[in-house]
């Protein structure tokens, strides 16, 4: 079993910064495969950014590429989502996410382990 815990999230300007943090415990941490997901109200989870096993390569979302960078410390068993320019239809719930050996690290339904969630806001 895997305990994954978020935290980070806030209430931030349109254009400005927040650095999600997630931390996963339990099993090595280094043989999972991070994701990061989010879901607005009225609509789906949706999925936002993967991290390998060891950093060296991620995945975004393209209505997120240039302005969030997913990044990892397996020493400290946390990844990291990194937002910049942070616009109003970014709010939603953030959720992190661990999978072992995903078909997919785009598709939700592929992590085995999920965080509580954490609030992002971002007002105009």
């Known amino acids: ?55 060296s390569i991620t995945r975004y979302a393209d209505f997120v590429k240039g302005r969030f960078t997913a990044s990892r410390d397996n020493a400290k068993n946390t990844v990291y989502l990194q937002m910049d320019s942070l616009r109003p239809d970014d709010t939603a719930v953030y959720y992190c996410a661990a999978a072992d050996v995903p078909s997919s690290v785009v598709d939700a339904a592929e992590y085995d382990y999920w965080g509580q969630g954490t609030q992002v806001k971002v007002s105009s």
């Open 1 to 55: 079993q895997v305990q994954v815990v978020e935290s980070g999230g806030g209430l931030v300007q349109a254009g400005g910064s927040l650095r999600l943090s997630c931390t996963a415990s339990g099993r090595t941490f280094s043989n999972y495969i991070m994701g990061w997901f989010r879901q607005a109200p009225g609509k789906e989870r949706e999925f936002v950014a993967y991290i390998s096993y060891s950093g």
